[in-house]
């Protein structure tokens, strides 16, 4: 059952980042027990060559820049909100549009179900004890006593100090940085130190050579071959689980039992201290599951989103100077040295406007998880009509008035997936990036080396060359 926390974890916080522009979709895999498409309730659309079906079209769309086309090309060819596929090894359905996300955000659990593709669980293996949907229950039901906003409130401070020494670090005194690598850096020494107290820099680049190996293979063709990224992330994360995270668990156990931590602490010591419904303790393997799911879901998607915003305010200067003009009004009100606290992040309201705008325009994650909270195995479905590509007037145009009073309609931007399955991180991934403007903006103004940068999709959506950029440090 690690698997299924791991792949429902890291599915969650991965879609904290996933965004419903007008392009949007999200896929069902359905199997039925006769021919896959001859069911007389299946959209138009086609299975594509035998065995790989259209998933070569599907990942070479992201690869060249344009990872919409797969989708606006099959809208136009078949005049549907919704088509069949074959994709990931799967026979598809996906669905556009806000009616495509209600329709699977109000059924979760009742017409259709979480999904993965198989090769995932050889990264995340797990034990067969409880049924998938009964530890995606139990774990959400934990995980939100963490990740919820008034738990997250206390450690604003800890994120701005980690900020605040990466800059130090590795942005100040230069006069050139690639951000994307950079701020990989900072979003898992974050997710280091909330989840698990881990706060020696050498200690964290360590354990981040094998994390990389990964979160890389996640995604990649599925070939179990000694050379492959795929073969090397199943390595990896039994190197991570057996023997870095075990040991972590064992020392906070002993410092547990001798009062040497509090169950508070982390969500480590939380795991640690709490117990199912029967009185049981998660074991020891269980645990390093779910920190390696939760390091892997906090990972990619944040920096590829923090990464964006680097982009669009280096080519945006007016807003750019509407989110220093709030973040220095903030960072004045401080006394020398005092980190940020709960009321700062709440007075950021255009700087998360911008971010949400960023989401839009660039969601990180693309393919069959773009819009659902996760891929589904769908029977006896009925897919709703009715696609709109107008929910947002000049959608190509940046605006983040877009997200001033109610915002967008319903279902149209859904970057935290929605009903039953409702993303738990949601508070931890706004935190992390207003943490992120604020010692940005109040350091520096910046522009890109390589103006017009190609966007890629491999898996994650990121600039091809990893957004080099020439920093102006304000003066004092």
């Not at 669980?121 to 409880?130: A, D, H, N, V």
């Not at 698990?196 to 599925?222: K, Y």
């Amino acid at each position: 059952m690690e698997q299924y926390y791991h792949n429902n974890l890291y599915l969650n916080l991965l879609l904290l980042f996933i965004s419903a522009v007008s392009l949007s979709f999200a896929a069902i895999f359905y199997k039925h027990r006769s021919q896959y498409y001859n069911h007389p309730n299946l959209p138009p659309g086609r299975p594509g060559i035998p065995y790989l079906g259209e998933t070569l079209d599907f990942l070479s769309t992201g690869w060249t820049g344009r990872p919409e086309k797969f989708v606006t090309d099959r809208i136009r060819e078949f005049s549907s909100s919704a088509f069949k596929t074959h994709i990931v090894g799967e026979p598809t359905v996906v669905l556009t549009g806000a009616e495509g996300n209600k329709f699977l955000f109000t059924n979760e659990n009742k017409l259709v179900v979480v999904w993965w593709p198989d090769s995932v669980s050889k990264i995340f293996p797990f034990s067969e004890t409880t049924s998938i949907h009964e530890e995606s229950r139990r774990f959400r039901k934990f995980l939100p006593q963490f990740m919820k906003p008034e738990a997250l409130q206390r450690y604003v401070g800890e994120m701005d100090e980690v900020a605040r020494r990466h800059f130090a670090s590795l942005w100040e005194d230069r006069y050139r940085v690639e951000v994307l690598p950079l701020v990989k850096k900072y979003t898992f020494w974050v997710a280091c130190r909330l989840f698990v107290s881990l706060d020696d820099p050498a200690r964290i680049a360590e354990l981040g050579v094998p994390f990389d190996d990964v979160a890389s293979g996640i995604f990649a063709l599925p070939f179990d071959l000694p050379w492959t990224p795929f073969r090397r992330a199943i390595r990896a994360s039994k190197f991570i689980r057996e023997e870095y995270l075990v040991g972590i668990i064992r020392r906070r156990k002993a410092e547990l039992a001798t009062a040497a931590a509090a169950a508070e602490e982390d969500i480590l010591s939380y795991m640690l201290t709490a117990t199912d419904d029967g009185g049981e303790h998660m074991s020891e393997i269980d645990i390093a599951d779910k920190i390696l799911g939760l390091l892997v879901g906090s990972h990619d998607t944040a920096a590829a989103t923090c990464t964006f915003v680097v982009k669009f305010l280096s080519e945006l200067p007016d807003v750019y100077d509407r989110v220093y003009q709030e973040q220095m009004e903030i960072a004045r009100s401080k006394s020398a040295g005092e980190l940020l606290n709960w009321e700062d992040i709440k007075k950021m309201k255009y700087s998360w406007n911008v971010a949400c705008e960023v989401l839009r325009l660039t969601p990180p994650v693309q393919g069959s998880f773009r819009e659902a909270t996760t891929d589904f195995i769908f029977s006896g479905f009925s897919i709703p009509k009715g696609w709109n590509e107008k929910y947002f007037p000049k959608p190509e145009k940046f605006d983040p008035s877009r997200f001033e009073g109610s915002g967008p309609e319903p279902y149209t931007f859904v970057p935290f997936g929605g009903g039953p399955k409702m993303c738990p991180g949601k508070e931890y991934a706004r935190l992390e990036i207003l943490v992120f403007m604020h010692n940005l903006v109040k350091r520096f103004r910046f522009e890109m080396l390589i103006p017009g940068e190609k966007i890629i999709v491999n898996p994650i959506c990121v600039p091809a060359n990893g957004l080099p950029i020439r920093l102006f440090p304000h003066k004092a």
